[in-house]
Every structure is written in C-alpha cells, then in structure tokens.
C-alpha cells in the first residue's frame, strides 16, 4: 500500500494507474465472492474452500488498505496540491526577480522575464490549476464502475477476455442509463468441447441447430463474444426489437454486432475480434500464444 510520502513523491499518473488497479482488483475480488454460499460468513473456514480462503483473506486486507488509504488521502491530496502551488510560485516571482517570503537564497541570479509562467498559474500569477487526484473529489467525479446491475452477468464478465471486461461492463451499465434495459449477459465464455457439444446438438445429438461452427472457430471460445438478452419483471424478454434498440451502445464501445450480419443474424450476440479471424486466434492457441490465465496473448 502507498504512505503518504511515497505517494507524494511519485508523478501523478503513477499514483492515479496505482487506484485503478485497486479499483480493478477489488472488483475482481468481489466477483469472485458473489459466488461465495450465502453464509460463508457464519463459519469460513468450513463453508468455503481453500481458494475461496485465500480470496477471503485477500479481500479482507484490501479492504485493511483502502480504510488506511482513505485515512491519509486527503492529506497526500493537500500536499500535492500545495507543492506543485509552491513551485509554481517560486518560479514565477524568480521570473519578476522577486523572492517568496520566509526564503533564504543566496543566488540572486534572475530568471529572464519573458520566461512564461507555470502552468500550474494564470497569466497574473494567481493558482488555478487543481491537481487531478483532488479533481476527483471536488467535482464529485465517480469511480470507473467495475460491475453491471446482475451477479449473474458479472460472474460471466469476469471469465471474459482481460482486454475486453470493461468495454463489456460500460455496455451493460450505458444501456440500462440510457434505456432503462437491464441486460443480462446469457453466454460469454465458452470452451472448446462446449462448442464442439453445441455444434452437434440437431445433428448428431438431438434438440435444435443452435451454431454453425465447432470449437476453436467461435469468438466466445476466446472470451472475446457475449449473448445478452433482457431481463425484465426477472423474466428474460426475448424481442428482437429490444435487442436492435440497444445494439448502438454495444458498437460505440466497441462490439460488432450480430444483428448486423448478413447471413444468419445473431440478435444477442456481440463480439470484439481485434481484427483477427478465429482460424488465427486458434493458430495462436495451439502454438500456446496465453497468458497465465489461458488468455490469448495479443501483438
């Protein structure tokens, strides 16, 4: 965890990429606990198992640090703040040849005049400038939103692709602001031998033909697709003309859409391919092109 002094002494952008990746890991963590019994808390050690222990006793300490954290927020928020002021200052009346008071400087030496201010300053020297860590908190900016209305749709989310939960989450949320539609993501990932079970199914197992490809040719193998559908009244609606309705938010953050397809259209489905054909990606895959969490790697 960051004190004080560190933080103060690191750039701004390293200390505001630092929240967001604990802002990151904490909905991570909290996922995960979604899954958890309802009762775990009664008796942890035997309602959950050992890696649900171990994600217990992660959350608990990250929630130890952001309580610490927000201790001495405010303090890190005024110092930042006063220092980039003070330096600003000091420049500044440097270049006016003048001295901040309370100062001993033997070198009496002056900036040229025509230097221009910091841009921490106006033109005639007054602050203006608020430092963007305290920004957040002055205008009341909210936190990146790591999770959607539905448990469901979040447990779906977050066995996604790393590279596209949070374009995933910002469509969910964006609809249901801007329609009032609360979506549920019905698939996301799906492995290879569930395609390959699904791809049989009305051909040579029974039921309905549901796909048209077998595993490893479909992008929701890679975690790169979703299916959503409406979830209204705890049913799910299956209207198609929902679907059209809010397929714009879903391409503005980035997903192509099913819908626009010109064969087979697949109304719920949304998918983000990085311009990669799934032949590719499954060249990627068998060459053992993955991260540590069997992610296809990316150029």
């Known amino acids: 965890m960051l004190d004080v002094d560190i933080a103060v002494s690191l750039p701004v952008g390293r200390v505001t990429r630092y929240l967001d990746k604990l802002t990151e890991y904490h909905g991570y963590l909290r996922?995960?606990?979604?899954?958890?019994?309802?009762?775990?808390?009664?008796?942890?050690?035997?309602?959950?198992?050992?890696?649900?222990?171990?994600?217990?006793?992660?959350?608990?300490?990250?929630?130890?640090?952001?309580?610490?954290?927000?201790?001495?927020k405010e303090k890190i928020k005024k110092m930042l703040w006063w220092d980039d002021v003070a330096k600003g200052l000091t420049k500044l009346n440097q270049a006016n040849g003048t001295h901040?008071?309370?100062?001993?400087?033997?070198?009496?030496?002056?900036?040229?005049?025509?230097?221009?201010?910091?841009?921490?300053?106006?033109?005639?020297?007054?602050?203006?400038?608020?430092?963007?860590?305290?920004?957040?908190?002055?205008?009341?900016?909210?936190?990146?939103?790591?999770?959607?209305?539905?448990?469901?749709?979040?447990?779906?989310?977050?066995?996604?692709?790393?590279?596209?939960?949070?374009?995933?989450?910002?469509?969910?949320?964006?609809?249901?602001?801007?329609?009032?539609?609360?979506?549920?993501?019905?698939?996301?990932?799906?492995?290879?031998?569930?395609?390959?079970?699904?791809?049989?199914?009305?051909?040579?197992?029974?039921?309905?033909?549901?796909?048209w490809v077998r595993g490893g040719y479909s992008y929701h193998n890679y975690g790169l697709a979703i299916d959503?559908?409406?979830?209204?009244?705890?049913?799910?609606?299956?209207?198609?003309?929902?679907l059209i309705r809010i397929?714009?938010?879903?391409?503005r953050h980035g997903f192509s859409w099913g819908g626009d397809w010109k064969k087979q259209k697949d109304y719920p489905h949304f998918e983000i391919t990085f311009n990669y054909k799934t032949s590719e990606l499954l060249k990627k895959h068998e060459k053992g092109k993955l991260d540590g969490e069997g992610y296809i790697i990316f150029d």
């Open 31 to 72: 996922r995960k606990i979604e899954t958890f019994p309802k009762d775990y808390k009664s008796n942890p050690k035997q309602k959950l198992n050992q890696e649900q222990i171990k994600i217990y006793a992660q959350m608990q300490k990250l929630e130890q640090q952001v309580m610490v954290w927000e201790k001495t």
């Open 100 to 211: 901040p008071e309370n100062t001993n400087i033997t070198d009496t030496k002056a900036i040229p005049t025509d230097s221009a201010p910091p841009a921490t300053l106006s033109a005639d020297g007054r602050a203006w400038f608020i430092h963007p860590v305290a920004m957040v908190d002055y205008f009341n900016v909210k936190e990146k939103k790591t999770e959607t209305w539905d448990s469901v749709t979040n447990s779906r989310i977050a066995l996604l692709h790393p590279r596209i939960r949070q374009q995933a989450i910002n469509f969910i949320n964006d609809v249901e602001k801007e329609f009032g539609v609360q979506l549920r993501v019905t698939t996301g990932l799906r492995t290879f031998d569930e395609q390959n079970r699904l791809y049989n199914q009305g051909r040579t197992t029974p039921g309905k033909i549901v796909t």
């Open 228 to 242: 959503v559908i409406e979830i209204k009244n705890k049913k799910a609606n299956w209207a198609e003309k929902v």
């Open 247 to 251: 397929s714009s938010v879903g391409i």
